[in-house]
């Protein structure tokens, strides 16, 4: 018989926009996790012709799907903005999927025999769902300041911009609240200085 199948640990990978999450994510996949990208499954539903497709054209109608079949993003934008329940709907669709869809990877991932799942949720503190599916979540911390230059230094979006968007996240404090380990990525550390942290929780989460 095969020896006994032990359970990879799953982690949830968090952190503001700008903070080095996804270079965390990939540092850790490169040690040999398992990386599930929330952002990018939910994009995926809501691409041509995705899963939450037939559901957002039951909802809110065929002018909000676009030429491809995917999510007509600015007039839902729009709606959104207009109408503030129609987010907490368009989530109440997208939600689900994603984490139906972040299980069956996950499966996959156990199958497969990875020793540690990485879930990416980028609003992993906004919402209470994931909890009972982590063993452990890991938070990605930096001061206001360096997510801004660094955003800032990487898109074309104006300052007043990502300081909307780093208000309309999570604060750090409720971030480093639900965190079991955080890893420090301010402007003074290097990605070598990152790497090393980061090889320290892999060892914890058992890489
Ligand atoms: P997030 O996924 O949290 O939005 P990223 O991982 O994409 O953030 O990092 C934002 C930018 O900052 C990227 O261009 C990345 O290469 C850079 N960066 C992140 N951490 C460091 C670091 N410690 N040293 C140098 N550059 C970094």
Same mark, same amino acid.
């Given at each position: ?9 799953r ?6 926009? *700008?903070? *080095? ?7 850790? +996949?490169?040690?040999?996790?398992? $990386? /599930?990208?929330?952002?990018? /499954?939910?994009? @995926? +539903? ?8 037939? !559901? ?5 109608g065929?002018?909000?799907?676009d +030429?491809? *079949?995917?999510?007509?993003r ?5 709606l959104?903005?207009? &109408?503030?329940? !129609?987010?907490?709907?368009? @989530?109440?669709?997208?939600?689900p999927l994603?984490?139906?869809?972040s299980?069956?990877?996950?499966q996959q991932?156990?199958?497969?025999? !990875?020793p540690? /799942? ?6 992993l503190? @906004?919402? *209470?769902?994931?909890?009972r ?11 206001t300041?360096? &997510? ?5 230094r990487?898109?074309?979006?104006? $300052?007043d911009?990502?300081r #909307?968007?780093?208000?309309? &996240? ?6 480093r ?7 420090t990525?301010?402007?003074?550390c290097?990605?070598?200085? $990152?790497?090393? &942290?980061?090889?320290? +929780?892999?060892?914890?989460? #058992?890489?």
């Amino acid at each position: 018989m095969a020896a006994a199948h032990t359970h990879p640990v799953r982690i949830g990978l968090t952190g503001g926009i *700008g903070s *080095g999450k996804s270079t965390v994510g990939n540092m850790l +996949a490169t040690l040999g996790a398992v $990386l /599930i990208d929330a952002d990018q /499954i939910s994009r @995926e +539903a809501t691409g041509p012709h995705g899963a939450a497709m037939g !559901a957002i054209r039951a909802t809110f109608g065929d002018e909000y799907v676009d +030429a491809s *079949g995917a999510l007509d993003r600015p007039r839902m934008r729009e709606l959104v903005f207009r &109408q503030p329940n !129609a987010r907490a709907q368009l @989530e109440s669709i997208i939600h689900p999927l994603v984490t139906q869809q972040s299980s069956l990877h996950a499966q996959q991932a156990v199958a497969a025999g !990875a020793p540690l /799942i990485v879930h990416d949720i980028p609003l992993l503190a @906004e919402s *209470g769902r994931w909890a009972r599916q982590l063993d452990a979540v890991l938070v990605v911390d930096c001061s206001t300041d360096t &997510q801004l230059e660094r955003v800032v230094r990487r898109s074309d979006l104006a $300052l007043d911009v990502v300081r #909307g968007i780093i208000a309309s &996240q999570a604060s750090r404090h409720t971030r480093r609240a639900i965190a079991d380990v955080v890893i420090t990525n301010d402007a003074d550390c290097s990605l070598d200085a $990152l790497q090393d &942290q980061v090889g320290q +929780a892999a060892r914890l989460f #058992g890489l």
